[in-house]
């Protein structure tokens, strides 16, 4: 525990929070690991590209996942991005746990190895909702100015606001699971009906996940499973269906056609349609009336 000692006010209190604030280019060079402790990393604000495992994936506010000991990773495209990072070593995080009945679905929701699941795991981005996210970064700025501050029964204060967070991730990971495990199949049809009546409207892969309740790997995962394919190729092929339809229904122009199924850019959406079709828009109209 050398190096994370080095960065604790209390030698033998293995647990600290950090605020940093990136605002620059960062590139595959600045990539690093910490061998000696975990760090759970908290998005306060802003956004960038996190790379790790060969993948990089967008982060932004609310965002929360973890670096085991000699994982390596690294922030790209920083613009504003303030994250916070709870540095633990597995000692300190086995103490706080053994006082939980949910340490089982803490532990799988962040990612942690254990006796049951000892390999690595993939890596995996969860979300705070805006409630939740809120306590969290409460409770982390008061740790922040504990640790500051260092006035008479700091670590106390530390301690008590750990367990605090600790006990809001559980919940948020038993309800978390809990969604996934039992109401899965209702959220993901409720999400296919929102997609079919907004089709043209800006959805991404998270604020699908967001709408339906679910982590964004989750989300994935569950849509998937019940749907049969993965939530963005399944609103691809959706919108070259209501596009076809227009086409064949109406003497609208393919831009235009284009735009009002969700296609900003008119050539991308000619790329897709022939894929799909295996014609052009232009060519798909005129073979249909010609029928």
Known sequence: MNLLKTKLNWQDFEFQVLYCVHDRETDVR?????????????????????GFGGAKNRIGPGDVFLILPGETHYYAEARKLGIYNILFSRH?????LAEFQGAIEIEAYLGLPNASSPKPRSFEIRHFDQRLFFQI?????????????????????????????????????????AVQSGDAAGKIHGMVRELDRSFAEEWSLRSMAEASGFSVGGF????????????????????LE??????????????DVAERCGFHDSNYFSRQFRRKFGCSPRRFRQRDAAQ
């Open 220 to 239: 994935r995962q569950q849509f998937r499973r019940i749907i049969g394919e993965p939530p963005v190729a399944w609103l691809l092929s959706l919108r």
């Open 92 to 96: 300190f995080f086995a103490q706080l």
């Open 137 to 177: 970064t409460e409770l982390l700025d008061e740790i922040l100015l504990e640790e500051k501050e260092n006035r008479s029964g700091a670590r106390l204060m530390v301690l008590g606001n750990a367990l605090k967070l600790l006990t809001l991730i559980c919940r948020h990971a038993k309800k978390n699971a």
């Open 242 to 255: 209501k596009a076809a339809h227009l086409l064949r229904s109406s003497t609208l122009p393919v831009a």
């Open 30 to 50: 600045n990539s690093h690991s910490h061998d000696d402790y975990y760090e759970l990393v908290v998005v306060r604000e802003g956004n960038a590209s996190h």
